[in-house]
């Protein structure tokens, strides 16, 4: 029998074993099969990883850095992880499934981040005040909020945690990083290239292990100033609830029921490729996805013609292949979940028009096709509910009221797509729909310099762009009494 690797978990700058010494599984998708050992952490060692943290932040070389010092270690960071892209982007198919080409382009992507964040280190500045009072001059400084916890998800471990790891750093913040106990290992060989890099010791710390009890004892402990979120929305209520116990600030990445909209100016072959992409790309698993499709009644056949068409041609299989296009869904119950969903779908008698079960060709790992719903309405609960997996609710529309109205009825508010062609159109749709992110003939385009986040459901605050790093920084007001002469009252405010 193979001896399967073991990661401990990276605390105080060392790797260490968890309190309890004990390890848990992580499962290969697209195998079925244990792959690797992952330390299970317990409050014990949420304590010493956030009490490490805590003194990194008021005394280590940490502290004393400059804005400029820092921005040059956080763009150190970007080029190890480009000098290890592929062994990243391998490690991250290995544990989630996704296709090792799709993790080659993110991974070669993620330095960007880490460069744009260090080029903002020395732009983090605050302003003199023109106080209205005599002989006072107030000005404003930007500090760091203290100790950050990141609690990471399991589709996207990487990029989703450089969101919030580049822009904590280059602030000054220390971070203790809890990611998914189902995908920890691409993280923790991320975190092999912070120690590379020369972070002082607990800048940066990862506590592996269940949101139950690591989750839970990061999110409420008193020490923690900061804590940024992506994942489902009963774990954010769970967090919301303890980020109440240490007044924490709090940022939610949550999920999306995403309209991806159609107009009959639009070029039916580009809008039925921008839907395929939104849906299925990265089996459906993705927080942005766009999972419903409003065509409208001029165009509906067309578009419904080069979908199916399309989808039936999509490669499923082993996601190291580079010829894949689609690969497993990272977990056994997120399959069960997809599955669960499509039976919903038929009870209440939405039409499937293709896919709706495991592929047959493949006897093992946790496969599901692309599947596409046509509705008469928008009333069944799967064009309401996220699934996370690839399944398309498509319905017709007829015009913009109808079509803002129906891109709308949803209780999340995270991104949405539009195809067309007129362009005073698409800005009065994209200033109409609730959404955070808008994308206008194209999907799941991202930068560093643009934020994403949404409403609602979809949670609020932003990851990315400028923005994002306001979110961890303090401000602080400095007031200078320029005068020479004594204090008349001390009784009065001046």
């Known amino acids: 029998m193979t001896q399967l690797k073991k990661y401990q978990m990276y605390i105080n700058g060392e790797w ?24 299970k952490g317990n409050e014990e060692d949420v304590e010493r990883a956030v009490q490490a943290a805590h003194k990194a932040f008021l005394h280590s070389e940490w502290t004393s850095m400059t804005f400029t010092e820092r921005g ?27 296709l090792i080409r799709e993790m080659r382009g993110q991974v070669n992507y993620i330095p960007e981040f880490f460069y744009y964040y260090a080029g903002l280190a020395d732009k983090i500045h605050g302003q003199t005040l023109p106080i209205d009072k005599k002989d006072m001059f107030a000005f404003t400084s ?54 590379k890099a020369g972070f002082p010791p607990g800048v940066v710390n990862v506590v592996t292990g269940f949101g139950n009890p690591v989750g839970d004892s990061l999110t409420s402990h008193p020490l923690v100033r900061r804590i940024a979120f992506t994942g489902g929305s009963e774990s954010a209520r769970h967090i919301v609830r303890n980020s109440a116990k240490n007044f924490a600030r709090l940022s939610l990445e949550l999920g999306g029921k995403s309209p991806n909209i159609v107009f009959e100016d639009a070029d039916p072959d580009n809008a039925a490729m921008g839907i395929i992409a939104g849906i299925f790309g990265a089996s459906g698993q993705s927080c942005v996805a766009g999972s419903r499709a409003f065509l409208h009644e001029d165009i509906y056949d067309q578009v419904m013609e080069r979908l199916v068409d399309r989808v039936s041609k999509i490669k499923i299989g082993d996601p190291f292949q580079d010829e894949t296009e689609m690969g497993p869904l990272a977990t056994k119950a997120q399959l069960e979940r997809v599955e669960n969903y499509v039976a919903i779908g038929l009870e209440e008698g939405a039409r499937l028009v293709y896919g709706g079960k495991r592929p047959q060709h493949l006897e093992k790992g946790w496969y599901f096709e ?125």
């Open 16 to 39: 260490t074993e968890s309190a309890s010494g004990e390890y848990f599984e992580s499962f290969n998708p697209a195998t079925e099969e244990a792959w690797c050992l992952v330390a």
């Open 72 to 98: 040059k270690l956080v763009r150190k960071l970007g080029d190890l992880i480009a000098e290890n892209a592929e062994q990243l982007a391998m490690v991250e198919t290995l544990d989630n499934g996704k």
């Open 142 to 195: 930007k500090e760091p909020l203290g100790v950050v916890a990141a609690i990471t998800p399991w589709n996207s471990p990487l990029y989703l945690t450089t969101l919030k790891l580049a822009p904590a750093l280059v602030a000054g913040n220390t971070i203790v990083i809890k990611p998914s106990e189902m995908t920890s290992a691409s993280l923790l060989e991320l975190v092999k290239l912070v120690e």
């Open 370 to 494: 692309p599947t596409i719903f046509e509705h008469q309405d928008n009333k069944d609960r799967i064009t309401k509910e996220e699934i996370f997996g690839p399944v398309l609710s498509v319905m017709k529309f007829k015009d913009e009221a109808e079509i803002i109205e129906l891109a709308n009825s949803t209780d999340y508010g995270l991104a949405a797509g539009i195809w067309v062609k007129d362009v005073a159109r698409a800005h009065r749709l994209a200033k109409a729909i609730r959404a955070g992110i808008v994308w206008v003939n194209t999907y799941r385009s991202i930068s560093p310099m643009a934020a994403i986040g949404g409403s609602g459901l979809s949670g609020y605050g932003r990851e990315g762009g400028f923005e994002s790093i306001q979110e961890y920084l303090q401000e602080k007001t400095v007031w200078v009494n320029t005068s020479t002469e004594p204090i008349p009252d001390p009784f009065i405010m001046r």
